[in-house]
T-cell receptor, first 112, second 113 residues
């Protein structure tokens, strides 16, 4: 079945450091890919998405590129802030599917 | 003006009790979901309803029974609560079935003692 694997956390960085959170997927067909973010005590929010190969999703300085050849959708940010501390979830929605499948989440701590 | 609201936010109860969690969305969406997030933050879908009809029913004990009185509401009733039911339960909605963007509520933290 379809699945999403993302790097285990927690990831601890200093402010202004470069962030990469790895995500790979297994799916039949051509899924849409997402990154969601969960701040403490809140529900998940869509951060960015990409719907086809080579698309780049971006939002709030975060970027991820849909790489079909490596079945990956790694999240990057050039300079993290303390306010980016949260749990990040990679997810996919397969064509013709009705459920979004989430990875296990990666907790990010950013120190001032 | 919360888009997806669920109550209660916290629920502490004894094993064997029956409890309900309510969810309402004011976005006019057709599809609603229940997700369970365990202590390791792993998020797994439980149920999905589209226009009050059940469309996804994952492998969930039948002690869990969702009810959708209308497309703006999806409630979750849990009978005979067990320790392993302790988790955060999230309600979510999307514009339509298979739509790409999910809107989540802020979660209900259930603790079974």
């Amino acid at each position: 079945g379809d699945s999403v694997t993302q790097m285990e956390g927690p990831v601890t960085l200093s402010e202004e450091a470069f962030l990469t959170i790895n995500c790979t997927y297994t799916a039949t067909g051509y899924p849409s890919l997402f990154w969601y973010v969960q701040y403490p005590g809140e529900g998940l929010q869509l951060l960015l998405k990409a719907t086809k190969a080579d698309d780049k999703g971006s939002n709030k300085g975060f970027e991820a590129t849909y790489r079909k050849e490596t079945t990956s959708f790694h999240l990057e940010k050039g300079s993290v802030q303390v306010s980016d501390s949260a749990v990040y979830f990679c997810a996919l929605l397969n064509t013709g599917g009705f459920k979004t499948i989430f990875g296990a989440g990666t907790r990010l701590f950013v120190k001032a | 003006d919360t888009a997806v609201s669920q109550t209660p936010k916290y629920l502490v109860t004894q094993m064997g009790n029956d409890k309900s969690i309510k969810c309402e969305q004011n976005l006019g969406h057709d599809t609603m979901y229940w997700y369970k997030q365990d202590s390791k933050k792993f998020l797994k879908i439980m149920f999905s309803y589209n226009n009050k009809e059940l469309i996804i029913n994952e492998t969930v004990p039948n002690r869990f029974s969702p009810k959708s009185p209308d497309k703006a509401h999806l409630n979750l009733h849990i009978n005979s609560l067990e320790l392993g039911d302790s988790a955060v339960y999230f309600c979510a909605s999307s514009r339509r079935q298979g739509d790409e963007k999910l809107f989540f509520g802020s979660g209900t933290q259930l603790s079974v003692l």
